[in-house]
């Protein structure tokens, strides 16, 4: 309908889908809004004629309580507008969930707190869903411990994750671009900070993309890639880099006691240093710093030896006093 | 007219242990009223505190730990502690036995055995708030809320607990609507608010052992390891959640029914105008109570539930929603030819109409499947949802209490205050919760402690205009208090309003110990406006 409008109530129109389930928007909001106009001037035109005037007296008042014909058209005209609505709804609906059978096929996975995606060539992501343009993506998605839910407000489309359970969406995106995901389903702590974002590029881009995906780029110094990995691996949800306490221990707090001990809930303390560093990315319940709560998920399989290895750097490097 | 009242219910038996055992409804439903009204402003605070925090995006205010505790005792509270019980246990209670001629409900000791049973598992609740709250929603869905290390079983066990009174409340009610009316008052003379209390109790005994069915399965989970729902021990959290749903469901209309029931006798009193389509709103009330069983899977539209389920949830829920419709078109077409005064009561009805319409057509958007895909768990649902309970239920909760305040405690409050505050709620709500529409639409979703830049400009204009919704609703309800404390009392006889049902015509107010002082009789219908003229008295 009118572009101004589409901006004004919707995020952009992304996936070959949206504009149908806008305009059924449209439809309902336009009859809803004839509705409520009938209900509000009803309402206001009624009590105003009929007020009680200033020291009027009591009287008997009409007995009239019913009418057969406006009985009739307020049954049979909300009945024919949300006949219309519900065959839309489903119609619509029924285009959601008909995966086209040319899909690519993209593995979601929900962990608290952030996304995973595996690509059909191997290679993954983390927070970053990376899908070509014009071409139908199904994602079959499920959840390694609570329940999550994958939306992507552009796309139209969300779909509950569960864990043992395989869920599955589809999208067909039209326009290259980089737009948010989010989680709609409440998942603890981390909730609101579980957002990721889904790139959209041209078809032949993307290939060139896969194809590099998983292969190591051995060019950038450990700290850097250590830097570039602390929000591509979604650490930025639980630990800053400037001191503050968010769900985790701020990294800076860490690079700051290397070599110094660090007290845990249970009491035990240990000296932090790369081992330390290293088996709390990928062990993190078994030691839990003083005071959060070990709600870490495992980065098991999820880190190679570099990163890790450029993670303990960076962290490391994030205290300017250091001597490392 | 009854004149020269000696006793009424308030002053007579004197004592603490005449209230603390009385078995007088009247005084269990103010002991409901006061009790419900506390947990109100408690909820309240906390929605205030959770608007304060999203005023601006980050964790300016509290931690994202602080703010899932907020928002879940929020929800839990106003739920569990005020709404569902709170109405039918205050006005029902006060007004049930008077609209039907009886001197007290079917059964007065269970009664009094239900207030207790409600506070006692109010106790379980206030435990949770002092221990460190709890964190998984008011919905408890699995596996977080096996998992959270919060306080999930004492909340859970208190609402299993309140369940219980809600039960034998509804029980209490039917058997009272059913034996103790009055001769020559039958079902088609009954107040509306009386079937509407009919159909509220019918739903609280059908549906509310399903949830406490629920709550005990996610107790045995959590401490003995049977695997139920968590699907780590072999369960299944989507059962879980059709459990849920299926008593939750059904309680939105335990919520709203009984606020339908006090706009159908705010309307005619008020425009001295017989009810439009009398049968009409009786029988819609109870297919409404009926239908509501049956359309629980549109809050699991993303589930993963078979598209035919979603299909059939889906046109279900339509046939709640085309009654609900005629009702409003009766409310309005009861002021047709009517002499309609602006009271306090009556601008609560017109603003409910005017807010429960919008919370009726949303629901609209979020029954067509494709459009709730996108909609699911964005802040649409919360500004539909609180246009549904806070825009119907406690705005018609508020004026049912400025209708009856009168009648039940013999006091008139100051009515150009009450309908400042009545106007205040209006704008605050309305400012609060519009632009909430606007945040879901564009992709905001719920339960959020934090959010990002784009949606800034509409979450700080919904929290300025929270904290005049907050400050109006405060002080309606102040107001109401301050006219007891003030003992600004009217004339013993007093019905201002000319209501024509027998709480009106047949008793003092407040209310003689044994409500009427000899039987009652009855005259005519209790919206007789075109055959009886009953005249406003009212003296300070």
Request: glycine share 8%; net charge negative; with cysteine.
């Amino acid at each position: 309908m009118f572009d101004w409008l589409t901006e004004f109530f919707f995020p952009k129109q992304v996936s070959t889908f949206a504009s149908d389930i806008d305009n059924l928007f449209y439809f309902i909001f336009y009859s809803s809004l004839v509705l409520f106009l009938i209900v509000v001037i009803g309402m206001v035109y009624l009590s105003i004629k009929y007020r009680a005037r200033k020291d009027e007296p009591l009287r008997l008042t009409s007995s009239k309580d019913h009418s057969n014909l406006l009985e009739s058209l307020f049954f049979i005209i909300p009945l024919i507008l949300v006949s219309i609505t519900f065959v839309w709804g489903i119609r619509s609906y029924l285009k959601m969930v008909i995966v086209p059978d040319d899909a690519i096929e993209i593995k979601v996975t929900g962990v608290s707190w952030f996304w995973t995606f595996d690509y059909p060539d191997g290679g993954q992501t983390l927070n970053e869903l990376v899908v070509p343009s014009n071409t139908p993506v199904k994602l079959v998605l499920s959840s390694k411990d609570v329940l999550h839910s994958f939306f992507i407000p552009v796309m139209r489309s969300k779909m509950d994750c569960l864990p043992n359970r395989y869920n599955v969406m589809w999208f067909d995106a039209t326009k290259e671009g980089v737009y948010d995901i989010f989680c709609t389903e409440y998942c603890g702590t981390g909730h609101s900070a579980m957002g990721a974002q889904v790139i959209v590029m041209k078809p032949a881009q993307y290939e060139e993309w896969a194809s590099e995906l998983g292969a190591d780029d051995d060019s950038i110094p450990l700290d850097e890639l250590g830097a570039r990995l602390y929000t591509q691996k979604a650490c930025n949800t639980c630990h800053t880099e400037d001191g503050s306490a968010l769900v985790g221990p701020s990294f800076l707090q860490t690079s700051q006691m290397y070599e110094q001990e660090r007290v845990f809930d249970d009491g035990t303390s240990s000296v932090i240093d790369d081992n330390y560093v290293r088996s709390s990315i990928l062990e993190p319940q078994t030691q839990i710093v003083a005071g959060y709560q070990g709600v870490m998920p495992t980065y098991q399989g999820l880190l190679n030896d570099r990163e890790l290895d450029a993670l303990i750097a960076y962290i490391k490097s994030l205290d300017g006093d250091s001597q490392i | 007219m009854i004149e020269n009242v000696k006793q009424n219910y308030l002053t007579h038996p004197k004592g603490i242990m005449s209230w603390l055992l009385t078995l007088d409804h009247k005084r269990i439903g103010l002991m409901y009223l006061v009790s419900g009204i506390l947990f109100f402003f408690m909820g309240g605070l906390l929605a205030l505190g959770m608007r304060l925090e999203l005023a601006a995006p980050g964790n300016d205010f509290i931690s994202s730990e602080q703010y899932n505790n907020i928002y879940t005792l929020h929800g839990a509270i106003m739920i569990f502690l005020f709404i569902i019980p709170a109405i039918p246990g205050a006005l029902g209670n006060i007004l049930l036995p008077l609209m039907v001629g009886a001197k007290d409900v079917a059964f007065p000791r269970l009664n009094l055995a239900s207030f207790y049973i409600y506070s006692f598992g109010a106790l379980f609740a206030l435990y949770t708030i002092v221990n460190g709250g709890v964190d998984t929603g008011w919905t408890f869905y699995t596996p977080y809320s096996t998992q959270s290390s919060s306080n999930v079983v004492p909340m859970t066990l208190g609402i299993f607990i309140i369940g219980f009174s809600s039960i034998l409340t509804g029980l209490n009610f039917i058997a009272t609507v059913h034996k103790m009316r009055i001769p020559g008052l039958t079902w088609y003379k009954l107040p509306l608010f009386v079937w509407a209390l009919y159909g509220t109790s019918l739903v609280q005994i059908t549906a509310t052992p399903v949830l406490a069915i629920t709550m005990v399965l996610l107790m045995l989970e959590r401490f003995l390891g049977i695997g139920i729902f968590d699907p780590a021990l072999g369960g299944d959290p989507v059962l879980y959640q059709h459990f849920f749903w299926f008593y939750s469901h059904p309680a939105v209309y335990i919520m709203i029914l009984p606020a339908f029931g006090i706009i159908s006798e705010i309307i005619p009193v008020h425009s001295r105008k017989k009810i439009w389509g009398y049968k009409f709103i009786a029988y819609s009330t109870l297919s409404i109570a009926f239908i509501g069983f049956l359309v629980w899977g549109h809050h699991m539209f993303t589930s993963g539930q078979s598209v035919f389920s979603q299909i059939v949830f889906s046109f279900i829920t339509y046939f709640v929603g085309i009654p609900t419709g005629v009702k409003i078109f009766s409310w309005i077409l009861t002021m047709y030819k009517g002499q309609v005064s602006f009271t306090p009561p009556m601008i609560y009805a017109l603003s409910f109409l005017f807010l429960f319409t919008i919370g009726g057509l949303t629901g609209i958007f979020l029954g067509a499947v494709a459009l709730d895909i996108h909609l699911h768990d964005t802040y649409f649902v919360v500004a539909h949802f609180h246009y549904v309970m806070q825009g119907g239920t406690i705005v018609a909760f508020l004026g049912g209490l400025h209708h009856w305040w009168p009648k039940s405690f013999g006091t008139m409050y100051n009515q150009t205050i009450a309908n400042i505050c009545a106007f205040g709620v209006f704008l605050g709500f309305n400012g609060t919760f519009f632009p909430q529409f606007l945040l879901g639409l564009r992709g905001m979703p719920r339960r959020y402690a934090t959010y990002s830049e784009q949606f800034v400009e509409l979450h700080s204009y919904s929290t300025f205009w929270s904290g005049i919704l907050g400050f109006s609703i405060f002080f309606a309800i102040v107001n109401l208090f301050w006219s007891f404390m003030k003992r600004n009392k009217v004339d013993p006889g007093s019905n201002p309003w000319g209501g024509m049902s027998l709480e009106w015509t047949h008793t003092s107010s407040p209310p003689h110990p044994h409500n009427f002082e000899t039987d009652p009789v009855f005259e005519h219908g209790p919206y007789d406006y075109d055959k009886v003229i009953v005249e406003k008295t009212y003296k300070k």
